[in-house]
């Protein structure tokens, strides 16, 4: 006749090994459905195997303490409440380490002091265990695989090195206008992913900038060169100290996406698109500039939920947050794209607030650039630590391309006047 202490101690571990079986079950199948890489799938498989051991094991328990018709009944109640108790302590641990949700460390604690008691409560029985060696080896080194699978998903493969697609520009011939009074340069850019992971595109852009290049009658004097010098510190744009060019701050010219936003470019594809900047013929410009830019996101870090909606002005209801201004020395006008983004596995999904992904789509007098930042809804304005910004940079991929400049002389076009 079993004490009502002992019906307490199976209700435990049932009630431990139940509830295990559910969260990894849950947890593991969505992983080995929808997670974006192979090592994540595997991780779900791995979570359902052991959704599936703790199960027998709460079978294996009620048999070992009622009717003990399989004699080895405790040794799979054992194994069940130690794959509970390991797979636990691992989720536990992630969730402290990347969860925002109380409740799910909370459980997972609960869960892991569970299976602790549930598996010194089965090992107080009269186990059975045929061939102790082996099965010690056979739990060691399932324990030491699924270790190195929890280690590999969620904490080398996060900070493994980058790849990064590459962004090519290059001119094509100056086209007179049959009035001869003006002129268009064609430009071609192309966007080469060699890598095996392939983008989101956020966000692009192609400007042109005009700059006027005097030439000095004399020999311009090295306290000239200085001032040059110093100027690099005050902008983004860098001039060579020459001994008879005289560098003009330049001017926007032309602005202008070159992708869909939103859309994606695959691993080791290619994409490739032409742009006609056109001025005319008494341009006051000397030198042409071209830059394009990419901000991009790995689509095996995060899922982007379409689409990446324009949301405002910044010159309207919505305005740039502070510490993008701070960024900006020339005080840019930006369109505001916004869209929700999900994480790439089950657990952090689901022990994470939600994100939102705003891209900055920013020009002005003197040039033009894309941003993007990732934040939880209501924190636009917050001020990220260094910390935060390279963290985000890593578990989401993102990856800024910047072209440029790409120059050239206009002095052959206007001597065709």
Known sequence: MRTWQSRVTLAVIVLVLLMTTLLLAKFGLEDFAHDLTFAGRLTGAVLLVVSFTTLLGAVAALDQWIRQSFPYSGLVALVGTFAALLTNAMLLAQTLKDGESALYPALFGVLMAGSAYAAFAVWRTSVVIPAPKRVAAAVIVSSVIAAANFGYQNLFQPYQRQTQPLITVSMGKPVLSKDRKAFAVPVDITLRNHGEVGFYVLGTEFHAMGKQVPLSSKDRLRQQWRVDAEQWSKSSEVNPLSRREMHQPGELVEAKPWMTQGSWVESNDTYATRVVVQLPMNTPYDQLSFYATASLARKDRLVLEPPLDFVAYSWG?????????????????????????????????????????????????????????????????????????????SRYGLVDLVTGPVERTLWDVKSQR
């Open 317 to 393: 209801r919505e305005k740039v947050p502070g510490w993008l201004k701070k960024r900006q020395s020339s005080g840019l006008d930006s369109l505001i794209y916004r869209a929700r983004v999900h994480e790439n596995n089950a657990l952090d999904e689901h022990t994470r607030d939600p994100r939102f992904i705003t891209v900055y789509w920013q020009f002005g007098t003197h040039g033009a650039n894309v941003y993007a930042s990732i934040k939880r809804k209501g924190e636009e304005n917050r001020i990220p630590t260094s910390a935060e910004t390279a963290e985000v940079l």
